[in-house]
């Protein structure tokens, strides 16, 4: 079967990877990315391949391991994750609670292996920690810089052929249902199909006009600063929500800070807000290091490296679309991975990269992650 031509947009982890695959396979491939490589959530995240704790998600994430050991062979080990997770405290003062949070995650992921801790052993575990927590540890999650992987991606797919144009914002050029190509300030550019791996920004470039809007963006920020001694674990506090806060809606609540620490390549990463509107990131850098600072107290003295906020693309169900966009030929979206884009979009790309090269021994792409469980496009 011959190979359509294909153009990718987005040049974020999901985009990168896409056209990684499909360069390798032989296809002709052209990655469009308004700004740079990396320029969104995907290098700018909290930087933890970690297990999302969904089932259906959690399938995504194995696939992803594999395939970055996949990257780290075809890279020259540019990249690659550390040989054994760093695992991840879930923190909380109350004992007990660290009892009820560690059954919780047994009940769900009966295969991982999972460790409460008392005060005792959490001070002797991690002593750069606050005195007086709690933990249930689960042996999970590896620290990595936050674009390191995405950059391996572009550099593979450069190196198998693929053309990367930075700084090109595009749409779809149709006619009638089917998608032709893409538009850029140059000119209509055709291509055989087109992949949109534009993360938060995908509907509106699906569907400019319209009413589809399966995926919203949730505004994260993140303080990096240089601990002395930081902590070898992932941190976490334990009952994190990764869903909109209400702070658009008529409750009570002040969108919180939900405290996370991932340190990778000399940089912690403190976390994070879950925000339906763009944040200023030097408003939130206070909060942010003072809640850090309740588990992690050098926190509230260490330099402040950088700050930086960014969108996770939050698909209304929680799960990505991978597949067909709906009531459009040969348009394909790969999108949608809310929290968790470095640690499942590769294996949402190799998917639909599958899909796109008519690949028929390919395992098919669960119905969870069908885009046309919202419906077609609108005006299509
Ligand atoms: C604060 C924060 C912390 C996070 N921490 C983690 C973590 O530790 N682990 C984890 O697994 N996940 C984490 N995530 C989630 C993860 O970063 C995202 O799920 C993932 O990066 C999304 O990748 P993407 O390729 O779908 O989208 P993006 O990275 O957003 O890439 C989309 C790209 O499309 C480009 N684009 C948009 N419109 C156009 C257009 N018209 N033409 C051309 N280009 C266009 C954008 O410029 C952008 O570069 C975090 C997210 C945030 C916000």
Redesign the pocket.
């Known amino acids: 079967m011959a190979l359509p031509d294909v153009a990718v ?7 990168a990877a896409t056209a990684a695959y499909l360069a390798d396979a032989g296809a002709r491939v052209t990655l ?4 740079g490589i ?13 297990h999302p704790m969904d089932e259906a998600l959690a399938s995504l994430h194995r696939l992803t391991l594999d395939l970055y050991a996949d990257l780290a062979a075809a890279s020259d080990r540019a990249f690659c994750l550390p040989s054994t997770p760093a695992g991840l405290l879930f923190l909380t003062p109350d004992a007990e609670r660290a009892r009820a949070g560690a059954a919780s995650v047994a009940a769900a992921q009966p295969h991982l292996r999972i460790d409460v801790l008392d005060q005792a052993a959490v001070a002797a575990l991690e002593p750069s920690l606050a005195p007086g927590l709690a933990a249930c540890r689960v042996e999970i999650g590896y620290p990595v810089t936050p674009a390191a992987a995405t950059h391996a991606f572009a550099d593979w797919a450069t190196a198998r052929g693929a053309t990367v144009r930075t700084s ?4 779809l050029d149709l006619a009638g249902s089917t998608v032709t190509g893409v538009r850029t300030e140059a000119g209509i550019e055709p291509a055989g199909a087109v992949v949109v ?5 995908s509907p509106a ?1 699906i569907d400019p006009g319209g009413s589809w809007r399966p995926i919203v963006p949730l ?4 303080v990096a600063v240089a601990l002395a001694r930081p902590p070898r674990h992932v941190i976490e506090q334990l009952g994190i929500a990764t869903e909109p806060g209400d702070e658009g809606g008529a409750g009570p609540h002040q969108p919180k800070v939900e405290f996370s620490l ?1 340190t990778a390549g000399g940089s912690s990463s403190v ?2 807000t879950f925000l339906l509107s763009e944040p200023d990131p030097a408003e939130w850098e206070a909060r942010i290091l003072r809640a850090g600072a309740a588990f992690v107290p050098a926190i509230a003295t260490a330099p402040v490296i950088a700050h930086r906020a ?4 939050f698909a209304r169900d929680g799960r990505p679309l991978v597949g067909r966009i709906p009531g459009l030929d040969r348009a394909y979206i790969a ?1 949608g ?9 590769p294996a949402s790309a190799r998917q639909v990269a599958d899909l796109v090269l008519g690949r028929t021994d390919a395992p098919p792409i669960p119905a969870t992650f069908d885009p046309a469980r919202f419906g077609l496009v609108h005006g299509s």
């Open positions: 947009v987005g040049g974020g982890i999901v985009g469009y990315e308004r700004d990396a320029a969104g959530a995907s290098g700018r995240n909290s930087g933890v391949v970690q090109t914002a595009v749409g791996a534009a993360g938060p920004w470039l505004w994260g920020v993140v991932v976390g994070s960014c969108a996770r693309p999108a991975h809310g929290p968790w884009g470095i640690s499942t979009g």
